[in-house]
């Protein structure tokens, strides 16, 4: 069964820094990877989609990298922007539905 | 830009009512899901449906659950006889095709007294 783990839980930093978001699954047997954007009580914003044949993906001020090998990827966020606060999602694609993490809740301070 | 969108955006509801939850996918996509997702939990995938039928469920789409497509624009969620712990935000996702991209509604609120 495919488990997703996003670390760190929480992150807190101040506005102008580069950071890192972690996603780690077990089975390495995927179709893509996909990035959201969640907004307090608010839906999913889809931010970048990996497909498994590629190594990263890039959309503006976010990089995403896959290494299927072994069951990671992260997503880079240049220069963060209070805008950015949020929380952030991966989800694999196996079969047809996607496995969520328990997401990384991002903090901007001005 | 095409959208997925969902109505409503709260319902409140008695135990053991049935609910009806809906959602318009974009026009051209071909594949649609539901998931939900309970306060404080992961995003869990209930159903996924494809040419007019169910192509995978999970352990919590019993009997209770049904989905259906009534016409070319609508998909539909319906919760037979609500429980307490159906209260969840529940979300309409849909994929132009298989293995691609999906994107997400902004959600109803589903709360049970």
């Known amino acids: 069964k495919q488990e997703v783990t996003q670390i760190p839980a929480a992150l807190s930093v101040p506005e102008g820094e580069n950071l890192v978001l972690n996603c780690s699954f077990t089975d390495s047997a995927i179709y893509n990877l996909q990035w959201f954007r969640q907004d307090p009580g608010k839906g999913l914003t889809s931010l970048l989609l990996i497909q498994s044949s590629q190594r990263e993906q890039t959309s503006g001020r976010l990089n995403a990298s896959l290494d299927k090998s072994s069951g990671r990827s992260t997503l880079y966020i240049a220069a963060s922007q209070p805008g950015d606060s949020a929380t952030y999602l991966c989800a694999v694609q196996g079969a047809q539905k996607l496995v969520f993490g328990q997401g990384t809740r991002l903090t901007i301070n001005p | 830009e095409p959208e997925v969108t969902q109505t409503p955006s709260h319902q409140v509801t008695q135990m053991g009512q049935e609910v009806i939850l809906r959602c318009v996918p974009i026009?051209?996509?071909?594949?649609f899901y539901w998931y939900r997702q309970i306060l404080g939990q992961k995003v869990e995938f209930l159903v996924s449906f494809y040419n007019n039928e169910i192509s995978e469920k999970s352990e919590i789409f019993d009997d209770q659950f049904s989905v259906e497509r009534p016409d070319g624009s609508n998909f539909t969620l319906k919760i037979r006889s609500t429980k307490l712990e159906d209260s969840a935000m529940y979300f309409c996702?849909?994929?132009?095709?298989?293995?691609?991209?999906?994107?997400f509604g902004p959600g109803t609120r589903l709360t049970v007294l």
């Open positions: 996702a849909s994929e132009l095709s298989s293995y691609n991209e999906q994107f």
């Open positions: 026009s051209n996509h071909l594949y």
